[in-house]
């Protein structure tokens, strides 16, 4: 029987954890809890010591996807459950996504519902990156950045490096998974509020999102992104040099540098391609 490991990481969660960890042990009695506390100033090390979970303290805040890093690499279960440690997931929700593991899954992903969004716009945001995703990818991506899934815990290591230190983890774990053909399953929950103050700052964290979008566009297949950039550079030389011959007749420098960029362009595309390659080559 595979053994689970569980991890949350918090920064000044400790009036969300007292009430989280005791309901995450009578959900999961086996299950390994491994609470990450990103640089917490309050209570986080009494109240995990309190309800007799580990903590793993760094002295200063790493950033989320720091912490989940270290959590991973620190479980010991075969399976990988990360839920945030703000008290918006409910870890009876834990049993479904691991039966979606059980179906051969290697990752099964907490799809929230739109009523389940901290507000319009960070709802309107996340189905523009859904969709940015579903398109890169080939596949339905139902929630791209939610941070409650559950992972084989071998899978999910292969990818540590290329996870970022801040917010994005989700998103970048989603994305490396497709690249390399590995089951990724989404099973709909209902977020509840936060306890106490969001740590996501919207526009800044918002940016950064869509920008990581797009880095890992470069990184699951870069010619999806370059190839139609290329042929709008293309067009656009196409289109300058069919109105300046018929206006003036001749060629200008505008059409060449056009068409000199959708080469450069594309051929940038085809290099990526192999780096991504070589980025995803599997690790014996």
Same mark, same amino acid.
């Given at each position: 029987?595979?053994?689970?490991?569980?991890?949350?990481?918090?920064?000044?969660?400790?009036?969300?954890?007292?009430?989280?960890?005791?309901?995450?042990?009578?959900?999961?009695?086996?299950?390994?809890?491994?609470?990450?506390?990103?640089?917490?100033?309050?209570?986080?090390?009494?109240?995990?010591?309190?309800?007799?979970?580990?903590?793993?303290?760094?002295?200063?805040?790493?950033?989320?996807?720091?912490?989940?890093? $270290?959590? =991973? &690499? /620190?479980?010991?279960?075969?399976?990988?459950?990360?839920?945030?440690?703000? #008290?918006?997931?409910? +870890?009876?929700?834990?049993?479904?996504?691991?039966?979606?593991?059980?179906?051969?899954?290697?990752?099964?992903?907490?799809?929230?519902?739109?009523?389940?969004?901290?507000?319009?716009?960070?709802?309107?945001?996340?189905?523009?990156?859904?969709?940015?995703?579903?398109?890169?990818?080939?596949?339905?991506?139902?929630?791209?950045?939610?941070?409650? $899934?559950? =992972? &084989? /815990?071998?899978?999910?290591?292969?990818?540590?490096?290329?996870?970022?230190? #801040?917010?994005?983890? +989700?998103?970048?774990?989603?994305?490396?998974?497709?690249?390399?053909?590995?089951?990724?399953?989404?099973?709909?929950?209902?977020?509840?509020?936060?306890?106490?103050?969001?740590?996501?700052?919207?526009?800044?964290?918002?940016?950064?999102?869509?920008?990581?979008?797009?880095?890992?566009?470069?990184?699951?297949?870069?010619?999806?992104?370059?190839?139609?950039?290329?042929? /709008?550079?293309?067009?656009?030389?196409?289109?300058?040099?069919?109105?300046?011959?018929?206006?003036?007749?001749?060629?200008?420098?505008?059409?060449?540098?056009?068409?000199?960029?959708?080469?450069?362009?594309?051929?940038?595309?085809?290099?990526?391609?192999?780096?991504?390659?070589?980025?995803?080559?599997?690790?014996?």
């Amino acid at each position: 029987m595979s053994r689970i490991s569980i991890i949350l990481p918090a920064k000044n969660e400790a009036a969300a954890l007292k009430d989280l960890l005791p309901r995450l042990t009578a959900a999961q009695p086996g299950a390994e809890i491994i609470v990450i506390d990103d640089g917490s100033t309050d209570d986080t090390r009494g109240v995990c010591a309190a309800a007799g979970v580990e903590c793993l303290s760094s002295p200063y805040s790493m950033g989320n996807g720091a912490a989940i890093k $270290r959590g =991973a &690499r /620190a479980a010991k279960g075969d399976i990988l459950v990360f839920m945030d440690g703000d #008290g918006q997931h409910d +870890p009876l929700d834990i049993g479904r996504l691991l039966a979606r593991l059980d179906e051969g899954y290697d990752m099964v992903v907490g799809a929230r519902g739109w009523e389940s969004q901290a507000g319009v716009g960070r709802g309107m945001a996340n189905t523009v990156y859904n969709w940015l995703a579903s398109k890169m990818t080939g596949q339905v991506v139902a929630d791209l950045t939610s941070g409650f $899934r559950v =992972a &084989r /815990a071998h899978r999910f290591r292969e990818f540590i490096h290329l996870l970022p230190n #801040g917010f994005s983890y +989700p998103t970048t774990s989603t994305m490396a998974f497709f690249r390399s053909a590995y089951g990724v399953a989404y099973e709909p929950i209902k977020a509840a509020e936060r306890v106490g103050k969001s740590h996501i700052r919207p526009l800044k964290d918002g940016l950064r999102f869509l920008l990581i979008i797009f880095k890992i566009a470069t990184l699951y297949s870069p010619l999806k992104l370059f190839v139609p950039v290329s042929f /709008a550079f293309f067009l656009l030389g196409t289109g300058n040099y069919a109105y300046t011959y018929f206006l003036h007749g001749r060629l200008t420098n505008g059409s060449a540098l056009m068409w000199s960029a959708a080469v450069i362009v594309f051929l940038i595309g085809l290099v990526s391609e192999q780096i991504t390659a070589l980025t995803y080559r599997p690790h014996e």
